[in-house]
């Protein structure tokens, strides 16, 4: 049941998080904030997904003022360095060079803000994935077949990434697409909906 005048927003331009959410069955508009999504001086990654979340909530109860609004962020993680979306094949052949027989973690927070009164709850899922020891040729053909240049880390679990990997451990397996949908489901419960 949608509560009467319930209006929720994700602010988000990603596709992936988007699909993710439609899941959940609850009808929402989805808008993407302009913010400077850069780590602040001496930030730890999970810090940085965690900040970066709020501020996208934040941004869009400014511009929605009478909805819930979602924020995500994701920030990838290896040697307490962030690795970002690679943009192009040179990066992201780099990317997975760098995490063969490796382990990256995915830190992926939600934040669920109240812009009429200003309540925020927020969560931070946090996923180990361990690459297998990948060789050249395995990474060009993976490239060939999936640019995933889009992603942090340059591999879609979804998809065929999955087979580049040896391991997953997380508490929640969409947290590593993108939107912890456990942590953000019981949010919304916690806001008066029921999901499902």
Same mark, same amino acid.
């Given at each position: 049941?949608?509560?009467k $005048?319930?209006?929720l927003v994700l602010a988000s331009g990603?596709?992936?998080? +988007?699909?993710?959410?439609?899941?959940?069955?609850?009808?929402? +508009?989805?808008?993407?904030? $302009?913010?400077? =999504?850069?780590a602040g001086e001496g930030e730890a990654p999970r810090d940085t997904a965690v900040r970066l979340a709020r501020v996208k909530? =934040?941004?869009?109860?400014?511009?929605?003022?009478?909805?819930?609004?979602?924020g995500s962020d994701q920030v990838a993680e290896l040697d307490a360095r962030p690795i970002g979306k690679p943009g192009h094949r040179d990066a992201a052949r780099e990317q997975l060079r760098s995490m063969r027989g490796r382990t990256v973690?995915?830190?992926?927070?939600?934040?669920?803000? =109240?812009?009429?009164?200003?309540?925020?709850? +927020?969560?931070?899922?946090?996923?180990?994935? $361990?690459?297998?020891a990948l060789d050249d040729a395995e990474i060009e053909r993976y490239l060939d077949r999936e640019p995933a240049f889009d992603?942090?880390?340059?591999?879609?679990? =979804?998809?065929?990434?999955i087979a580049l990997l040896s391991r997953l451990a997380g508490d929640d397996p969409t947290a590593l697409v993108g939107l912890p949908?456990?942590?953000l489901s019981a949010m919304l419960r916690d806001a008066g909906l029921e999901v499902p």
């Open positions: 049941m949608i509560l $005048d319930f209006s990603s596709r992936y998080r +988007q699909e993710l959410l439609g899941r959940l069955g609850v009808p929402f +508009q989805a808008w993407s904030p $302009d913010i400077d =999504e850069r909530a =934040e941004a869009g109860a400014a511009r929605f003022p009478g909805a819930w609004i979602i973690r995915f830190h992926t927070a939600v934040a669920l803000l =109240e812009a009429k009164s200003g309540h925020l709850r +927020q969560a931070l899922s946090t996923t180990e994935v $361990d690459f297998r992603c942090a880390g340059s591999a879609k679990s =979804e998809a065929l990434g949908l456990i942590a």
